[in-house]
């Protein structure tokens, strides 16, 4: 009930495509579900985050979009850059996000030219 | 600036050996959190600490052990009853449990011979 199942594990996009990571959870008192983004080396740093209030958030070429219903979620990243090159966590948590975070597994994203 | 100071970058230890790896913050974060990295199993929680004097297991606490005698700082110590201890270690910290941003540190990684 507490997982969080992130799809896929790895991913390569040309420079330019879309990259579309998902994300798909079953505990419905999730309230708050963050993306973060790590590169190699470093620690992960929060990148957007959205509440089941609405379907979608939009900051700069980063899109998070939310299926209430599906229990899914997913980032869009527009126009992938390499600079975009990193591994990325989707993390839900409830209570308005008064509990712990609850992460998955990962997507290595890869921006090729 | 304000952060995460996390040290050793790289620590080897033989088996058997306890390690106590360095956590501490300059941000007057009330909360701060020890997750374990591993490839394709994302973020899992060690143990975290809401306020001084006080912390709780999290999800693979068994073979770690922490303290948090003052506000800045949460050392981790793995023990050689930690099966597999071999593993990239992060520090975080939030201005209280469960506000969905994490702040982290750059990581430990951790080897066991």
């Known amino acids: 009930q507490q997982q969080v199942k992130q799809s896929p594990q790895s991913l390569i996009v040309q420079k330019g495509g879309i990259s579309i990571i998902n994300c798909a959870y079953e505990?419905?008192?999730?309230?708050?579900f963050p993306w973060y983004q790590q590169f190699p080396g470093k620690g992960p740093a929060l990148l957007i985050a959205i509440r089941p209030d609405v379907s979608e958030k939009k900051e700069g070429r980063f899109t998070i979009s939310f299926n209430k219903s599906a229990k899914q979620f997913s980032l869009h990243i527009m126009d992938s850059q390499p600079g975009d090159s990193a591994t990325y966590f989707c993390a839900a948590t409830f209570n308005f996000g008064n509990e712990k975070l609850t992460f998955g597994t990962g997507t290595r994203l890869t921006i090729i030219p | 600036d304000g952060g995460i100071t996390q040290s050793p970058k790289y620590l080897f230890r033989k088996e058997g050996q306890n390690v106590t790896l360095s956590c501490e913050q300059n941000?007057?974060?009330?909360?701060m959190y020890w997750y374990r990295q591993d490839p394709g199993q994302g973020l899992r929680l060690i143990y975290y600490?809401?306020?001084?004097?006080?912390?709780q297991k999290g999800d693979i606490a068994e073979g770690y052990s922490v303290s948090r005698e003052k506000k800045e700082s949460f050392p981790l110590t793995v023990t050689s009853a930690q099966k597999n201890p071999t593993a990239f270690y992060l520090c975080a910290s939030s201005r209280s449990v469960g506000t969905g941003e994490l702040f982290f540190g750059e990581g430990s990684r951790l080897t066991v011979l």
């Open positions: 505990n419905t008192a999730f309230d708050y």
């Open positions: 941000l007057n974060h009330d909360a």
């Open positions: 600490s809401q306020i001084v004097n006080d912390f």
